[in-house]
């Protein structure tokens, strides 16, 4: 699409910051008015506005792409995300571990036993683990005191969890970065633990390596996206 603006502006409207582009509010893809909940947000997506050159890339601006998302895909349906979610937490990856080898075995206690004890001592939630690749069912009212959770997040910061969530196969990681409790580099780390060593063990081609840091590049517009949420 050629670019068809000149300036870039913010400006406090009702609900929020709205991104204008000569003076007109950007729209969602649903065409509802683009309304930051934070004035940094609202600058951040601006400021993807005013990179585009000539031609306006929807792919380099992943920031309003996901105030987009929370627009018309989350909030409208939030009940609906939030059951994928616990969908997520029913196969937790940080539930599933290895007792062999024992390097891997180590590696997973030290990255991942920490976050699941985060989110029992912070949330209550008591995740359980088990070292065989068979399913194990997670405990009902852990799901409930869960689904209590995740009502209480926003819907900004939902699709961001939600992206997280995704990326990291892991539900007990994407709380651990709502609640600040980790870096977006030790949640990659955490997330990315099982398929490192198997690398290390036999490499990895071009075509996964790519496909990681792509996942790595999403992670890291998502984890951006929730600092700004709560800026």
Same mark, same amino acid.
């Given at each position: ?10 400006? !406090? ?18 065409? =509802?008015?683009?309304? $930051? ?18 031609? +306006?890339?929807? /792919? $380099?601006?992943?920031?309003? =792409? ?23 937490? =029913? ?6 571990? #290895?007792?062999?080898? /024992? ?28 070292? #065989? ?7 009902? $009212?852990?799901?409930? =005191? ?8 926003? $819907?900004?910061?939902?699709? !961001?969890?939600?992206?997280? +969530?995704?990326?990291?196969? #892991? ?19 955490? /997330? ?24 790595? /590049?999403?992670?890291? #517009? ?10």
């Amino acid at each position: 699409m050629k670019r068809f603006y000149e300036n870039v502006s913010v400006e !406090a409207v009702a609900g929020g910051y709205g991104i204008f582009l000569d003076g007109r509010m950007v729209k969602t893809p649903d065409k =509802k008015d683009a309304i $930051s909940p934070t004035r940094a947000m609202a600058q951040a997506i601006a400021t993807e506005w005013q990179a585009q050159g000539d031609k +306006v890339d929807p /792919a $380099s601006m992943p920031l309003g =792409k996901l105030l987009y998302t929370a627009l018309d895909r989350v909030e409208p349906r939030r009940e609906a995300v939030i059951t994928e979610l616990l969908g997520f937490a =029913k196969a937790d990856m940080l539930c599933y571990q #290895s007792d062999f080898p /024992a390097d891997l075995k180590q590696r997973q206690k030290k990255l991942w036993h920490p976050l699941l004890l985060w989110a029992r001592e912070t949330h209550g939630l008591e995740f359980k683990v088990t070292h #065989s690749i068979a399913h194990i069912e997670q405990d009902p $009212s852990m799901l409930d =005191k869960l689904h209590e959770v995740l009502q209480g997040v926003d $819907s900004f910061r939902l699709t !961001a969890l939600y992206n997280i +969530v995704g990326l990291c196969s #892991s539900v007990c990681v994407g709380l651990n970065i709502l609640g600040r409790n980790i870096t977006v580099e030790q949640a990659w780390a955490a /997330a990315q633990l099982d398929e490192d060593f198997q690398n290390e063990q036999w490499g990895a081609d071009e075509e996964a390596r790519q496909r990681v840091e792509n996942m790595k /590049a999403d992670l890291d #517009s998502a984890a951006v996206f929730l600092e700004f949420c709560q800026a």
